[in-house]
């Protein structure tokens, strides 16, 4: 197939959406309900929605608990936009690369038509960090928020802010006043809000920097002569694509081929000059967890036996040290035999981190940045009031910068009991739990007990050890799962 003639809205106005959000309300809605009847749920199989029903995949784990993607366990993508270093998960960057240039055989054999975005994949974006989007959220929207409208427009407010202590007072009327309208504060709220990209998870690569509201542009560029060839040839590297962005392409972690990226295939060979001899492969596999070799087999799944996948490959156990394919972490992975659950649960168990662990130790970081940021940006209040023996006077005051270990659990001021009723009030508040004041007392006193073992008599558990159960006691019975 050399080229395609592409239809025109004009030619066929029922196959066009017009859709974006430059529309108002209704007729962005009639448009997006267009695009609904062009793109339908069977045209093809392996589609995913994660502007909908799968907003959370890859962020949230089989717990439902909000998790971050491990940095260690990155690769690089081969076939990125010019000048870009991009990177997703190990096995999916495995899984990108075969099916790229399984497209790139395609094309050049006159199976697919050239004149097509799919025809010339490469990746404009892929995996970004949750620490820099939290960073970037918690400064411009969180903290400008605070500082320039919720105290810099009540001057009584800013006023009552001398110390970290006075800061943290004023900061938890903000929170329960604007944050349960405004948005998150914890890392595990970011995550579960609509703030993050699901390209923190690293199971997305999208082969585009086009905007995803518009809906014209998605169906002329990508919903062309290919697209149902290409849906079909994703799948066979364990890809779905997302039915509302069809640039966006998924690791399906229940996918008997994704499975095989996991736990490897037979080996077959190796690319010529990857290596010269096994010894050598043998001190490059000790020194590096990537080593610049390039194993390779074929896949097991019926039907797919002549795709060929490069697959990852370590060294086993002593004694026998002997090459293995796949990566070491998901070996339990069923290649076909294994739930999707089973599957997930294997990955997120290997590579990612829950981020309610942490989300305290991120919150006390960010308020004293914040309350720090205020006394060097503004040192000192000027107070016009009654004083001593009734006198109105004008007093200049100073704020006092706060200690570098204010948060700390052992030698701060404000220790496990501060950290366990703010993680209580926040994590309750972003998930909209509601409950009166007596039934926070009891959740609080229950906690507190957890944390106070370490005071009793012949207690053999640290300070840290019962904060953390503390802590695991409040995320699993009183939080729980994200729905």
Known sequence: MATQRKRTPAESPSLYSYGSNRLSTEPVYR????????????????YIETWGTDAAYGKINTLGNAVSLDAAYVKPLRYTREGTSLYALAFVADAWRDFVERVQNEVSSDRMYRNSPWADMVAHRAWVGVDDKYNEYMRNQVYDSFRKIYVGEVPLRNKRILNLNSFLEVFSEYMSEVISDAGPLTRSGFIESSYTTPLISGLVIEIASDPYDDD?????????????????????????????????LVADLGS???????????IVGFEQNSINSLGECEKLLEKSPRPPIDAFG??????????????????GEHPNRRITPGYAALQSVVPIGSSQSHTSNQVFQAYYNETWVTDMEYV??????MYNALVTTAPIVSDRRLWEKCRMETRILKRLPSSPDAFDLVTG???????????YALRTIERGVIKDDQQRMADLEEAFAISDAPR??????????????ALAHIQETIIGPFQ
């Open 31 to 46: 448009q997006r309900l267009k695009y609904d009847t062009i793109f339908k749920p069977d045209l093809i199989p392996n």
């Open 216 to 248: 014209l542009n998605k169906i002329q560029k990508y919903l062309d002569g290919n697209f149902i060839y290409v849906a079909h040839l994703a799948a066979q590297y364990g890809f779905l694509i997302d039915r509302n962005i069809p640039f966006r």
């Open 256 to 266: 008997p081929a994704m499975k095989e990226y996991m736990k490897g295939v037979d």
């Open 298 to 315: 074929y896949s097991k799944i019926p039907g797919l036996e002549s795709v060929r996948r490069h697959v990852n490959v370590f060294l």
């Open 364 to 369: 006390g970081a960010y308020l004293k940045a």
């Open 413 to 423: 001021s404000f220790q496990e009991r501060w950290s366990l009723r703010s993680f």
């Open 456 to 469: 009793r008599e012949g207690s053999p558990i640290t300070t840290l050890e019962a904060y953390e159960s």
